[in-house]
């Protein structure tokens, strides 16, 4: 074996990780806290010290066939959209498939990482750990930190005044767990994020009374876009990325809102972002139009102060004799285990080079896995991300000078400031980003090569859902299944719907749905093109 690399968490990130570790030749070693693999996706009754938690009722955002480890898809069988204990049972699937588990050492807390004395030499790390009330420590070439950012939660207290008055009980979502307890009471959720509107919507059919209080309002989406299809496998393509990073500003950004806007028109509904062409993350809900239509769920802005029983909104409405207040505020990046210098390296910024490395560093011999977000799913970038920083760890690929990766990270600050709003999120666009990652490891497709000599594919890949297996085609790591896992995609999507039979399978036609898509942008353009 090579080098020895410790991995923090054994979620997707870590168990990608391990499975990289492996394919180049390194020595894994795997600390998990807890007695279970699946990180976000093992669900607990309650609340657990530094670890993620999510609902009994949660469902996952991306379908089956785009949130896939991109060499194993899930069963046929499998629904599009998965219960939290489908992907757990996928999850412990694939760590059994690529024999993951006797590299993981369960019940043991990662306390810290340090960087050993002759750091600059040779690139190690001390890692203390505790396991039945025992310390221990040892040292490793590399380190991987793969604990996740759902862990910390953040409840900004100093943002509603009065809040230390208010009589009633509050909670962060990560403590929220099932709806029973809310029975006949008067809730106000703050917060429009995915978790916001989930439980808002899940406590309609059991509270007196719901309201959501947002800041800034948001695009809201379904799972379930044109002629009935998943979201991601109509929207995340190629082509559609294509367009909308190269046409025209000012269509790119009629189009994004037309597309957001399409299901219902979010004015009327009060959801409406204060910003709508910004490309900042959607909330993926098909319940709350409807439940606003019903009266169980009311959108209000944001909070201006709490009396004892009372919130008091910014419009001067006043929602009374409120029971429970639920902040889906979303979570602080942390990493106690480290020095704070290390992954927020400038003005306490989250500062890494392709969202992974710490430029500052000496040696190249820490990745962070899992922290980026984007439209795409969690599975594919963390898996893409493992790849290359395996690789890197190795020394097969090599990192750009301290400067050259402080200029990146600024150009992309600067873009996502265009794009997202901010310049510190972790949001980024997804094809772009894990094409950047494949062209690291030799693993990016030629499109155009690709026509050339295998049209039948390259029209899938190009128009059709860009799903994980495109990134197994070419390269190291290549998957001899990935070609027909693409060809395939479609059957497996549409596979667990066909519980009555009422005729053949219908799959969407990709030329007909873009010619009706770029019907109107093309004729803009030519009027455009007309006014010049």
């Not at 059994?96 to 990662?110: A, H, M």
């Not at 008067?186 to 916001?196: C, D, E, P, T, W």
């Not at 989406?221 to 109509?234: A, C, L, Q």
């Not at 390269?475 to 005729?503: C, F, H, S, Y």
């Amino acid at each position: 074996m090579g080098k020895r690399v410790a991995i923090i968490g054994a979620g997707v990130s870590g168990l990608a990780s391990i499975r990289s570790c492996l394919e180049e030749g390194l020595e894994p070693t795997c600390f998990e806290r807890s007695d279970d693999i699946g990180g976000l996706w093992k669900f607990s009754d309650h609340a657990e010290e530094g670890r993620a938690s999510i609902y009994q009722s949660v469902f996952t955002n991306s379908s089956k066939e785009m949130m896939c480890f991109s060499d194993f898809p899930y069963p046929d069988d499998f629904p599009n959209f998965m219960h939290r204990s489908k992907i757990q049972e996928y999850i412990i699937a694939f760590a059994k498939e690529k024999n993951l588990l006797k590299y993981i050492q369960f019940k043991t807390f990662v306390s810290s990482v340090n960087k050993c004395s002759d750091f600059s030499i040779t690139g190690q790390w001390e890692v203390i750990t505790e396991k039945d009330g025992k310390k221990e420590s040892a040292i490793f070439d590399a380190v991987m930190v793969c604990s996740g950012h759902h862990v910390y939660p953040n409840i900004p207290k100093e943002s509603f005044p009065g809040l230390k008055h208010f009589k009633g009980k509050y909670l962060h979502s990560r403590d929220y767990k099932e709806p029973g307890v809310f029975k006949g009471k008067r809730v106000l959720v703050i917060g429009l994020g995915n978790s916001g509107c989930d439980i808002a919507t899940e406590l309609s059919h059991t509270a007196q009374q719901v309201m959501i209080s947002s800041r800034s309002g948001s695009w809201v989406m379904s799972r379930v876009w044109d002629d009935g299809f998943p979201w991601d496998m109509m929207v995340v393509t190629r082509f559609e990325t294509f367009l909308k990073n190269n046409l025209p500003t000012a269509i790119s950004d009629w189009w994004y809102m037309k597309q957001m806007n399409s299901r219902f028109k979010h004015e009327n509904y009060g959801l409406m972002p204060l910003n709508g062409t910004l490309r900042k993350e959607p909330v993926f809900n098909d319940d709350l139009p409807a439940r606003i239509l019903c009266g169980t769920v009311s959108i209000k802005p944001n909070v201006k102060e709490f009396t004892e029983t009372s919130a008091i909104f910014e419009d001067e409405t006043v929602f009374e004799a409120i029971d429970y207040v639920i902040f889906a505020t979303g979570y602080d990046y942390a990493y106690p285990f480290l020095d704070d210098s290390i992954i927020k390296g400038r003005n306490n910024e989250v500062t890494l080079f392709k969202g992974i490395f710490p430029p500052l560093l000496e040696k190249s011999t820490m990745a962070v896995i899992g922290l980026v977000q984007s439209l795409g799913a969690a599975i594919p970038t963390a898996d893409l991300q493992a790849r290359w920083a395996a690789q890197v760890i190795k020394g097969t690929c090599t990192l750009p000078s301290e400067k050259d990766m402080m200029d990146d990270i600024d150009e992309k600050m600067g873009r996502k400031l265009k794009w997202f709003g901010k310049r510190e999120t972790i949001w980024t666009d997804y094809i772009a980003y894990m094409d950047e990652l494949a062209s690291f490891i030799g693993a990016k497709l030629n499109i155009p090569w690709l026509f050339l000599t295998d049209p039948k594919l390259a029209v899938e890949v190009f128009f059709g859902p860009c799903s994980p297996y495109q990134f197994r085609l070419v390269g190291p790591g290549k998957w001899p299944g990935a070609r027909n896992a693409i060809l395939t995609q479609w059957d497996r999507a549409l596979k667990p719907m066909k519980t009555r039979v009422v005729g053949s399978l219908q799959k969407p036609c990709l030329f007909y749905r873009w010619l009706k898509l770029l019907a109107i942008p093309l004729l803009l353009i030519a009027v455009f093109l007309v006014l010049l």
